[in-house]
């Protein structure tokens, strides 16, 4: 069991930046596969960005590759998702995810076992 916490999100301008943070407690960081997804209202949740456990595998949705960086520090049992160049579109309450079977679980939701409970990104224009 692992519980998860976000935070970081707030108001920002378009163009401005933001880092998230997700707190993990429980088993040892190390052995979950993390990834960043958001949802929008009234829209499906969407898939951010994933990190393997070590860290060395990571994609991202292409609606923001170039902007979005995530990373992992296991030692500080956390993920971070840096956002730059938020535009309106990235507005959205974002969730971080586990998945404490796999290495790295990449885009499918369906393969984490565990989500926060979300924090609010909201870019004015």
């Known amino acids: 069991q692992v519980q998860l916490v976000e935070s970081g999100g707030g108001l920002v301008q378009a163009g401005g930046s933001l880092r998230l943070s997700c707190a993990a407690s429980?088993?040892?960081?190390?052995?979950?596969?993390m990834g960043w997804f958001r949802q929008a209202p009234g829209k499906e949740r969407d898939f951010v960005a994933a990190i393997s456990r070590s860290g060395l595998i990571r994609n991202y949705a292409d609606s923001v590759k170039g902007r979005f960086t995530i990373s992992r520090d296991n030692a500080k049992n956390t993920v971070y998702l840096q956002m730059n160049s938020l535009n309106s579109e990235d507005t959205a309450a974002y969730y971080c995810?586990?998945?404490?079977?796999?290495?790295?679980?990449?885009?499918?939701?369906?393969?984490?076992?565990?989500w926060g409970q979300g924090t609010q990104v909201t870019v004015s224009s």
């Open positions: 429980g088993r040892p960081f190390s052995n979950y596969a």
């Open positions: 995810a586990a998945d404490k079977d796999s290495n790295y679980s990449g885009r499918d939701a369906n393969l984490y076992d565990y």
